[in-house]
């Protein structure tokens, strides 16, 4: 069974940043891609950014681009998230999420979630 705890969110002014991060546990981290989605009131979930499992290969969703990092310390089972130029429509609950195959169904993960407010 994948285990995520995402920890790192809170309230920041416009312009502030944060760093999200999850800690995996479970299975062998580093043949885990990963994801970061959000998703803001009365909004569908949406994908903000992805890594591959050994952190080679990164995405990310166009309204984060060149100001959220995501990246990985497969040493310490953890994907990290690090936002940047922060402003009141990145406010969101975000959450950490892994898909693992058994048999070749997928089986989606997702942490608890973490609230982010931007907000002056």
């Known amino acids: 069974q994948v285990q995520l705890v995402e920890s790192g969110g809170g309230l920041v002014q416009p312009g502030g940043s944060l760093r999200l991060s999850c800690a995996f546990s479970?299975?062998?981290?580093?043949?885990?891609?990963m994801y970061w989605y959000r998703q803001a009131p009365g909004k569908e979930r949406e994908l903000v950014a992805s890594?591959?499992?050994?952190?080679?290969?990164?995405d990310y969703a166009d309204s984060v681009k060149g100001r959220f990092t995501i990246s990985r310390e497969n040493a310490k089972n953890t994907v990290y998230l690090q936002m940047n130029s922060l402003n009141p429509e990145d406010t969101a609950v975000y959450y950490c999420?892994?898909?693992?195959?058994?048999?070749?169904?997928?089986?989606?993960?997702w942490g608890q979630g973490t609230q982010v407010t931007v907000s002056s």
């Open positions: 999420n892994t898909t693992r195959f058994t048999s070749g169904v997928p089986y989606d993960y």
């Open positions: 479970g299975f062998t981290f580093s043949r885990f891609a």
């Open positions: 890594i591959t499992g050994t952190g080679g290969s990164t």
